[in-house]
Every structure is written in structure tokens, then in C-alpha cells.
């Protein structure tokens, strides 16, 4: 879950700004006003000043709108002329992420320092267990040479006034496959020949320098534009049950009153991911497979063809619930704009590379749709839910819901040992790698978010209120 801090607070602000410029209809002509309004004259700042705090939210609306900032050509353009092109776009960018170079400026590539808590002791054990020579004493205090330095941490480890501290880069020190680094300017690029698309960079940044690209604009467009041929669906993950405190049902009646035409629960497409999941695995046991993995979360897919390549084997076949609720909504809205909403940067990115899927929006997005709507959730009338939708399939975005889902489909006295990784990071990496070697389990369970789908880098709720939640929801 994106920690609550001033950068998100500034997200979701400007968020819920361009949602009711779009209902108003006043976008292109008031966008270029957001930072001044944000930052006027005389005004507490952030930065240096209130041209580099207007810059930066400048260069954040810019990803709002779904650009890039590193497309930037001209620093004159105006967000107006932006707003324009977005308009204008028939296709959206297959690169969800992008980096505001004018906030990515504070990070340091140094990772040990000596504070002054040095006291400048006889035994130095800092110096004499450094490998490399990296540190000495200048009038009575440590210092660490960082060209010498190899960051191995025996000089924190062995200062008995723990006068060395680690300072890490949040975003590459939360990265669990390496695929964020600083360039030779000193900010940070992503490689996305190594993203998986966790979104841990977006939601460790401290000064919200790593913007997910929006598609904001591309989704009002496609509510202005729908006809009764071309209709606008929203396909609603079972995550959203736990984000509002209000019931689902009110939750999907307010989605339909911001324009949409029909919302249907990806729980529905759930349905059908345990039924084959459950019949994969007895049939890959009965062949004498040792395990098989779960493939419902996207950015551990990701990992796996990217960085694990020797767990492809051993992968489920089997689609992920947005994807076969996806295909169900195409043959009943075949020239329906089919717009997903989510938690998490992955299923943006999935999203994109599903053909029948059009458009994402996050769970961010959506509440400041709604803000900006002024819908009252709490006190609207709700739709009628599913009745046909396992009670199994709404638990699936808490961690072991999918798990639980497949047991109840598997036959009484069916040799099922689970294993659940909670949250992909670089140790459940390391063990992941030892699992075709080594594996007491048959069945396991992977999501990349600690506590499941309720902890996406675009939630907006609690993750473990959201899971009593959905807990709740599931068993009626």
C-alpha cells in the first residue's frame, strides 16, 4: 500500500483537481493555473523556492495526463497544449511509469556515512575490519573514502556507538529485481527490460519522483464520446470491496453513476480462474509435476520470465480474473471501451497487453472521480450483486484468497501442501530461485504485494481494514 505522506497527499490532490477540470469541461483552459493556485507567492514551500515547487507539480501533471516527462522537447510547451494532445491520442504508452527529473534531485549515491556520534575511539574497529581501506581518522573523527568504499557494512556493524549509518535510495533499495538506478546526472532510470512492475519505486519515494503515467483524460473521453452501439464498461477488481467504508454494492452504484454503462465484478472472471486452476493442478500432479505456482498476479508472471526463467514450467496456464472477466464483457459488449479498475501498477501494465481490455483505472483515480463528482457513497443506492459470484472469488485479493479458492474446488483427501509468498521482495526472490531444485510444497500461492492485492501501490485504504473487509463481504 502507498504509505500516507505529504508526496501522495500532492497526488491525489492534483488527481481529484484534473477529474473536476474534466467534468466542468474547463481542462485545457484552467490546467495551467493548478501549480500557481498549489504554490502562490509568499506561500510555505517545499523546495528552494515556488518556481521549483511549480515546476515540479508542473512535470507531475504532465504524467497525469498519461506523458512522459522525458518526451519533453520544448520547456515552454504549456500543460494546456498538453491536455490537447492527450485529447487528441488514439493510443496509450505501453510504459506505465515515468521519472520527474525536477523532484529526483535529493538522493545521494553514498550508502555508508559517519555521523557525529563518532567519538573518535582507540579500538577503531570501523578502520581495521574495513576490507578495502575506505575509512580513516581526521582530527579525532571517521571518514569513509566512497570511491574506496564497497557498501559491505562492516564498519556500521562493528562501531560500538553506531555512529555509521546505512542511507539508502528508497526506490533502488526497494526494488526487488534492480531495475532502477541513478544515470550519470545523478536521476533515476528505470529499466523496464527488468521492471516487473511492483510498483514499490512508486509508493517508497519520498519526494514522489516516480509518477505513474494516468489515463484519465483517454477514459472521460471515452464517457463523452460513448453511444448506445459503443457503450463504456467498467470491469471492477475484487480488491474495491475493501477501499470504501460502504458496501460493495454502493460501491458499484457509484461507479455507474459517473457515466459507466455496466460494472461487472472481476470476481466473476475469478470464478472461472479457480475452477481451471483447481483442475490444472490435479492434472500437472497426476503427470508427476513437483509443484505448480499460481499466476493471478501479474508482476510475479514478470518476475518469472524476466529473472526466474527456471520456474516457467512450473507456472499455472491459467488466465489471470481480469483477463478471462475481460474476454467474458468483449462478447457481451463487443464495441464496448472495456476499462479495468485496480490496485496496482501491474494490472495497468496488464492491462495494456490484454487485447480485450481498453483502459485502466486505479483505485486512486477512482476516488478522486468520485471526490470531484461529490458522490456520497456511504448514502447512495446500491446496485444488486452478483448472486452466481463464489463467495471464494471475492476473497481473492487478500493473501492466501487464492489458495483458499482452489482447496474448496479440489476433491476431499487431494495431497495439497500450500506455500504462500506474501509480498515479492529480494529474500522471497532468493527462494523462489530454490524451488525447482527444492520444494516441500505442491501448491504455492505469489503475490507481489505483502497481505495480497489490498496492499497495491494504488490503494487508498488500510490494507489490513481492507482485508476485514473483504473478509466480511466473502463470507456473506
Excluded: W
Amino acid at each position: 500500500m502507498a504509505v500516507e505522506n505529504d508526496a501522495m497527499l500532492i497526488r491525489r490532490e492534483l488527481l481529484t483537481r484534473i477529474s473536476r477540470l474534466l467534468m466542468q469541461g474547463q481542462l485545457r483552459r484552467k490546467v495551467d493555473r493548478i501549480p500557481l493556485e498549489l504554490r502562490p507567492k509568499g506561500a510555505p514551500t517545499s523546495r528552494c523556492c515556488v518556481y521549483k515547487d511549480r515546476a515540479m507539480i508542473k512535470y507531475k501533471i504532465m504524467a497525469l495526463l498519461g506523458f512522459s516527462i522525458q518526451d519533453e522537447q520544448d520547456e515552454l510547451i504549456p500543460l494546456s497544449e498538453y491536455a490537447e494532445h492527450a485529447f487528441e491520442r488514439d493510443r496509450i504508452s505501453p510504459r506505465p511509469l515515468t521519472v520527474v527529473d525536477e523532484v529526483c534531485s535529493a538522493c545521494v549515491k553514498v550508502s555508508y556515512v559517519v555521523t557525529n556520534m563518532c567519538r573518535g575511539c582507540l579500538a577503531r574497529p570501523c578502520t581495521i575490519n574495513c576490507p578495502k581501506n575506505a575509512v580513516e581518522f581526521r582530527d579525532g573523527q571517521a571518514h569513509i573514502d566512497h570511491q574506496k568504499c564497497v557498501n559491505c557494512g562492516l564498519c556500521k556493524k562493528n562501531c560500538p556507538f553506531h555512529a555509521i549509518v546505512y542511507v539508502p535510495i528508497p526506490c533502488e533499495e526497494s526494488c526487488p529485481v534492480g531495475a532502477i538506478s541513478k544515470d550519470e546526472e545523478g536521476h533515476e532510470r528505470i529499466d523496464f527490460d527488468k521492471c516487473i512492475y511492483c510498483g514499490r519505486c512508486v509508493s517508497s519515494c519520498p519526494f514522489g519522483a516516480v509518477m505513474e503515467k494516468s489515463q484519465l483524460i483517454d477514459i472521460f473521453k471515452a464517457l463523452q464520446e460513448k453511444t448506445e452501439r459503443k457503450k463504456v464498461v467498467a470491469m471492477v477488481a475484487p480488491a474495491i470491496a475493501g477501499q470504501f467504508r460502504a458496501p460493495l454494492g454502493n460501491i458499484l452504484g457509484a461507479i455507474r453513476q459517473l457515466g459507466f454503462d455496466d460494472v461487472i465484478e472481476v470476481a466473476k472472471g475469478a470464478d472461472t480462474t479457480t475452477r481451471n486452476e483447481a483442475a490444472e493442478f490435479l492434472h500437472k500432479m497426476e503427470e508427476g509435476q513437483k509443484f505448480m505456482t499460481t499466476s493471478c498476479c501479474p508482476s510475479y508472471t514478470a518476475l518469472v520470465n524476466k529473472h526466474i526463467p527456471e520456474l516457467r514450467p512450473y507456472v499455472s496456464d491459467t488466465r489471470t480474473p481480469m483477463g478471462y472477466t475481460a474476454e467474458l464483457a468483449r462478447k457481451m459488449y463487443p464495441e464496448a471501451v472495456l476499462v479495468f479498475i485496480g490496485p496496482c501498477l501491474a494490472k495497468r501494465h496488464e492491462t495494456y497487453m490484454d487485447a480485450n481490455a481498453d483502459l485502466m483505472l486505479s483505485f486512486e483515480e477512482l476516488d478522486a472521480m468520485f471526490v470531484a463528482a461529490g458522490i456520497d457513497i456511504v448514502n447512495m443506492t446500491g446496485v444488486k450483486l452478483d448472486d452466481e459470484i463464489d463467495s471464494t472469488s471475492r476473497g481473492y485479493p487478500v493473501s492466501s484468497g487464492v489458495m483458499t479458492a482452489v482447496r474448496s474446488r479440489l476433491p476431499e483427501g487431494t495431497d495439497l501442501r500450500p506455500l504462500v509468498i506474501n509480498g515479492i521482495d529480494k529474500q522471497a526472490i532468493r527462494e523462489m530461485k530454490g524451488f525447482p531444485k527444492a520444494c516441500a510444497a505442491n501448491m504455492i500461492e505469489v503475490m507481489a504485494c505483502e497481505g495480497g492485492c489490498v496492499g497495491g501501490c494504488n490503494t487508498i485504504a488500510n490494507s489490513k481494514v481492507a482485508a476485514r473487509q473483504i473478509g466480511v463481504i466473502a463470507k456473506k
